[in-house]
């Protein structure tokens, strides 16, 4: 079992451009959530994805949005990127029972000039 | 909006040594509480859920033990080793679809 993949494992971009990161969750996983790390600080939610749509929100602006596909695998995309957006953004999967244990990935870093 | 402590920030300690930190919650809505530790460079790995009021968990020298009346959970390690260095997070989540709110950890360092 792989656990919990992403990609890419860094990324440098400028303001104002798109970003799209990848997570494949755990092998017998149906939900992935998406989390963002900036220094000094937890994880913070940015949304869960279950069955192919958005089920939760955290206090992320629009320019966040995501997709769940049929295998279960998930993008996060970025719009209109800012210097505020360098972070770590870690992905994990779970099953659906809000108990579950949720598994992380090893997260991709994302640096905004 | 969830507002979790953890406390203290950062923890030295020598090889061998005990110690805890400790995870503050609002006890209100409270449905379970995770345990992470993050090693630099390594994905966050799961350590507990922990659910019941007075819940007790132990994963080798690692323990846990959880007040959801006061809000506030405690995590122990007995005999501290060097590789026990790392953050260590926790997070409740209120129910519904498992939305964790971490604190920003304590980091450990175990000096040899």
């Known amino acids: ?113 | 909006i969830l507002n979790v402590e953890q406390s203290p920030q950062s923890l030295h300690v020598q090889e061998g040594d005990s110690t805890n930190f400790t995870c503050s919650f609002p006890s209100s809505n409270f449905y379970a509480l995770h345990w992470y530790r993050w090693e630099t460079a390594k994905s966050p790995e799961a350590l507990f859920v922990m659910t019941l009021n007075g819940d007790e968990k132990k994963k080798g020298r690692i323990s846990a033990t959880l007040n959801t009346k006061e809000g506030y959970s405690y995590l122990y390690i007995k005999g501290s080793q060097p590789e026990d260095s790392a953050t260590y997070l926790c997070a409740p989540h209120t129910g519904g679809y498992n939305k964790l709110i971490f604190g920003a950890g304590t980091r450990l360092a175990v000096h040899p």
């Open chain 1, 1 to 113: 079992d792989a656990g919990v993949t992403q990609s890419p494992t860094h990324l440098i971009k400028t303001r104002g451009q798109q970003v799209t990161l990848r997570c494949s969750p755990k092998s017998g996983h149906d939900t992935v959530s998406w989390y963002q790390q900036a220094l000094g600080q937890g994880p913070q939610f940015i949304f869960q994805y279950y069955e192919e749509e958005e089920r939760q929100r955290g206090n992320f602006p629009d320019r966040f949005s995501g997709h769940q596909f049929p295998n279960y695998s998930s993008e996060l995309n970025v719009n209109a990127l800012l210097l505020g957006d360098s972070a770590l953004y870690l992905c994990a999967s779970s099953l659906r029972a809000a108990q579950e244990t949720q598994y992380f990935g090893p997260g991709t870093r994302l640096l905004v000039l």
